[in-house]
């Protein structure tokens, strides 16, 4: 009973050495936030958007790092992020959810929108 617990314990401890040498995941975060910084940028909403008292308080911006496959899909270099907004509207008295997404490539430098909400309730600024 004895040796057979030293020899759990010795195993968890080799585990736990091997895990503390595997390279850590590469941090996308920086990335990500600047594919969302682009879009801010570049897009604003509509009048129609903000007529239907949409609450950008509680919009909620993610950016995800896409595939090779999905990128060459697109026709765009392989660094492409998927940025998306999602936020709650009230057309019509009626509380609903709308979901924007863009994808950003080359470098942060192209963008194109990616849905009928991207592409209608945001425009570009007048700047850009």
Same mark, same amino acid.
């Given at each position: ?30 990335? @990500?936030?600047?594919? !969302?910084?682009?879009?801010?940028? *570049? $897009? ?8 239907? &008292? ?39 008295? @009626?509380?609903?959810? !709308?979901?924007?997404?863009?994808? *950003? $490539? ?8 990616? &849905? ?13």
């Amino acid at each position: 009973m004895k040796k057979s617990l030293w020899l759990a314990l010795g195993i968890l401890v080799c585990l736990v050495i091997f895990i503390r040498m595997l390279p850590n995941a590469p941090d996308d975060s920086k990335q @990500e936030q600047a594919a !969302i910084a682009v879009i801010q940028k *570049v $897009y604003t909403p509509s009048r129609q958007l903000l007529s239907w &008292n949409a609450d950008f308080s509680n919009s909620n911006w993610v950016a995800r790092e896409q595939g090779k496959a999905i990128c060459d899909n697109h026709g765009v270099s392989d660094d492409c992020y998927e940025v998306e907004v999602w936020l709650d509207v009230i057309p019509n008295g @009626e509380k609903k959810r !709308i979901t924007a997404d863009w994808l *950003v $490539y080359d470098g942060m430098t192209h963008y194109q929108a990616e &849905n009928v909400e991207a592409r209608t309730l945001f425009v570009k600024h007048t700047d850009n």
